[in-house]
């Protein structure tokens, strides 16, 4: 039997199972209950032809150690370009002058007061 045949055969079933649930409920209502049992078995049957789903494992490309290592690295060299623009070009000093110790303690000295 192919596709074709077998929808078809499929779709006859669910309309005779449609029309007998039709003659059931006119000449034999069911109760609430009732209705509630038929709804979870049909949908116990549906879950049982539903093929079970496999879980993709996510590959990452960078992983979770690297990224943080970017980040930080990045965070670094910011840091250090804001603070050369800061000095160089705003400050008008030279922008490598921020690497040298005697800078950063003109700095310190600068913030706490202390006078040459």
């Known amino acids: ?12 079933l669910d309309v005779e199972a449609s029309d007998t649930k039709a003659k059931q409920t006119k000449a034999n209502p069911m109760n609430r209950a009732e209705i509630r049992k038929a709804k979870a078995e049909q949908k116990a049957a549906q879950k049982a032809e539903a ?25 670094g060299a910011s840091l ?17 002058d921020i690497f ?10 600068l913030m706490s007061g202390v006078e040459d």
Not at 84 to 95: A, E
Not at 100 to 109: F, G, P, Q, S
């Open 100 to 109: 040298k110790l005697e800078t950063w303690y003109h700095i310190v000295d």
């Open 51 to 75: 093929e079970p789903r496999t879980k993709k494992g996510r590959i990452r490309i960078l992983p979770i150690w690297l990224r943080l290592y970017i980040i930080l690295t990045l965070i």
């Open 80 to 96: 250090f370009l804001g603070m050369m623009i800061g000095y160089g070009v705003i400050g008008g000093g030279d922008p490598f």
């Open 1 to 12: 039997m192919n596709n074709d045949q077998a929808k078809n055969t499929d779709q006859k």
